[in-house]
């Protein structure tokens, strides 16, 4: 018997291919000798739903079927027969295995551990190619489907939008129940004994209950940090997975390096939340930076880097070696070298009450979450650059208007050309120059902006009830108080960018001059968004994160 996928809409011929290959008899044989051979029974269950690090099994004889747990009950996800493989990207990350793997006849398959499979696929280059890539696209048909955690809340709730937002953006599959329109929600909010003052409402593995949970209690309950050993004393600890980051930890542990990466949020950074990236090299169709963080984190866990979420560095202790991270919970690593990336954040202009309405109508990023809560109706993208450009011609696909507010006189001098071209042909986004919002207005959501024109003082006021902010940068380097050297604006200074004065404050302790990429403390380096310098680009980051694993190097070897 073949796999089947019991939705309704099966996926498309080419793609369920690479996700349900089948596998040749020598390729069974070369994963064999790194496997067990193990017999079944039917209905003996081989991995549970909810257990962290589920094995990887390769049916030689038989039949075995993968089920997902949901409020439903059990759903048939596949069945997978000789010559066939089962397991999705948790498989590979060690996080808690998202199916249940039963026999459904008697036979036999080969079972590989976490370990095992990471040497497969670092060894072998066909079986790792057939093997990562149906991980990954079983990940996102999952997640495609829906075939995850329920999530009950409003898209009139901030809080639901920042789950929304961190399950999607952690690749992670769920089901969202709308509290306003969904006739299904009261049964199930009589079942867990909720009410719509709990909501966001999570019910995790198919009965934990979490009331409005907040992000690192979400990554505890699904396992996202299982397999972390927080006690084992890593080559390098890479802090911030955006593009930067997440490059550092490809080149790191794919050149034996033990990487750790910390992530505070999601991965991705501000790339992360791009609706679309064209003028990257090797995608001439353009890229979701969801997507390109989802493969840049798949690939560095394929080598072996390890990826912390909803941790954030508190404090670098850097007055002695290992140097010591500790983070927000409390917890110390340790590393011979460490790496910051933790990028920018945009910058907040001076609006009244913008806090009260962020998430409940302004939004610093644009993707398809934020999208679907603005089908035909009025939005506002505040910025000049790359960033702001992306979004509007994204929005204005979903949107009736995207007005696009720019303080400068012209957009050429901060995007790209493409860019600019693109919203002068679209017909459904206005161009403001020189003009910057006044006033945001509403009650529990945003319903009214204020706008004004810097140069004749024309004030405008419309019924827009989205706005998109995309302004300016602010580091992340709050949290190093004086252990790094900064520049007047707060980014950290490197290489070349360091005076004697800044050496002598940190009291470097060497003969040689820091290294390109190397702050002003030895074997600590700065990539991406938050290093001085830097230019604001996907492909500069990833330059950065990459070359700098070089300098990791010889700093080690120092």
Not at 29 to 41: D, K, L, S, T
Not at 80 to 107: M, Y
Not at 249 to 273: I, K, M
Not at 374 to 403: I, P
Request: charged residues 25%; aromatic residues 6%; hydrophobic residues 40%.
């Amino acid at each position: 018997m073949t796999e089947t996928i019991t939705q309704a809409s099966p996926p498309p011929i080419a793609r369920r291919d690479a996700m349900f290959p089948t596998l040749s008899a020598a390729q069974i044989a070369r994963i064999a000798q790194r496997g067990r051979q193990r017999a079944m029974r039917p209905g003996e269950v081989l991995a549970e739903a909810g257990a962290p690090a589920a094995p990887f099994f390769v049916v030689t004889r038989g039949e075995i079927e993968i089920t997902k747990r949901s409020v439903a009950g059990e759903e048939r996800v596949a069945v997978h027969g000789p010559g066939h493989f089962s397991g999705e990207i948790n498989t590979l990350s060690g996080r808690r295995s998202l199916t249940r793997v039963q026999a459904a006849t008697a036979g036999e398959v080969i079972e590989l551990g976490r370990e095992q499979l990471l040497e497969l696929v670092q060894t072998d280059a066909e079986l790792s190619e057939i093997i990562m890539r149906a991980l990954i696209h079983r990940r996102a048909e999952l997640f495609a489907r829906g075939k995850g955690e329920v999530l009950i809340g409003s898209d009139h709730c901030a809080d639901t939008l920042r789950v929304k937002e961190f399950l999607s953006r952690n690749g992670h599959p769920y089901h969202y129940i709308d509290l306003d329109r969904d006739p299904e929600v009261q049964e199930l909010l009589d079942r867990f004994r909720v009410t719509d003052t709990d909501v966001p409402v999570l019910i995790c593995r198919g009965d934990l209950v979490l009331r409005r949970p907040g992000n690192r209690r979400i990554a505890e309950c699904l396992g996202f940090n299982n397999a972390i050993d927080p006690e084992q004393v890593r080559d390098v600890v890479i802090i911030g997975a955006g593009p930067s980051g997440l490059a550092a930890a490809v080149y790191a542990a794919s050149e034996g390096l033990d990487t750790l990466v910390l992530e505070s949020n999601s991965p991705g950074g501000q790339a992360g939340a791009s609706s679309r990236i064209e003028n990257y090299l090797g995608f001439p169709s353009g890229i979701t930076g969801q997507e390109l963080a989802a493969r840049a984190q798949a690939q560095a866990e394929k080598f072996g880097a390890q990826v912390v979420i909803a941790k954030s560095a508190k404090r670098l202790h850097c007055q002695r070696k290992p140097y010591v991270i500790e983070t927000d919970d409390g917890v110390s690593i340790r590393a011979h070298a460490v790496i910051i990336a933790t990028g920018a954040e945009y910058r907040r202009p001076a609006i009244g009450h913008l806090s009260r309405f962020e998430g409940a109508g302004v939004y610093y990023g644009a993707t398809y979450t934020e999208a679907q809560l603005c089908k035909n109706q009025d939005v506002a993208v505040v910025g000049g650059g790359n960033s702001a450009g992306q979004a509007a011609v994204y929005l204005a696909q979903h949107s009736h208007r995207v007005h696009l507010l720019c303080r400068s006189t012209s957009l050429a001098d901060s995007m790209s050309r493409y860019l600019v071209r693109r919203i002068a042909d679209s017909p459904a986004i206005t161009l403001h120059l020189e003009t910057e919002i006044e006033t945001l207005d509403g009650d529990d959501h945003l319903e009214q902006v204020g706008w004004r024109h810097r140069g004749t003082g024309a004030r405008e006021r419309h019924d827009i009830r989205h706005v998109f902010i995309m302004t300016g940068a602010t580091p992340a380097t709050g949290w190093l108080e004086d252990c790094v050297a900064l520049d007047a604006k707060g980014f950290i200074k490197t290489g070349p960018a360091l005076t004697p004065e800044d050496l002598a404050a940190a009291a470097w302790p060497l003969l040689r001059p820091p290294m390109l990429l190397e702050t002003s403390r030895p074997s600590v380096f700065a990539v991406g968004d938050v290093r001085a310098g830097n230019v604001k680009r996907v492909a500069s980051a990833v330059g950065e994160g990459s070359i700098a694993i070089a300098f990791v190097h010889q700093a080690l070897r120092n």
